[in-house]
């Protein structure tokens, strides 16, 4: 039993185990810090020109009027142009509103 001490492969395999265990949960904590993100681009497409939709549009750029708000919104006037605004990094993520979205709303709200 005590011959196991001696053992150096065994005493090396579990220092790795150690400092592997130990960089995981370092990592682990540098993910959870508390960093504010502000001013995000995001992509904003809007292909349908009825009222819902232009209602939701204002209430998004409204609340992004704010001076510590969170997201940038980017109008981009076609679904085509999102692949090289990625690309190039001029936004991170997009809204897109599809034509017919106010047609799909007021047929939710009449069943």
């Keep these: 039993m005590l011959n196991v001490f001696k ?15 130990g960089l995981f949960a370092f990592a682990q904590v540098g993910a959870r810090s508390t960093v504010k993100v502000r001013h995000l681009p995001l992509a904003l497409v809007v292909n349908d020109n009825g009222k819902d939709a232009k209602n939701v549009v204002n209430k998004l750029r409204k609340e992004s009027h704010e001076k510590n708000s969170e997201i940038k919104w980017v109008n981009v006037n076609h679904t085509n142009e999102l692949t090289k605004g990625f690309a190039s990094g001029k936004y991170y993520g997009a809204v897109v509103i599809h034509s017919g979205f106010t047609k799909a709303i007021n047929q939710q709200q009449t069943i």
């Design 7 to 21: 053992r150096k492969n065994i005493w090396i395999s579990m220092l790795v185990a150690a400092i592997l265990i």
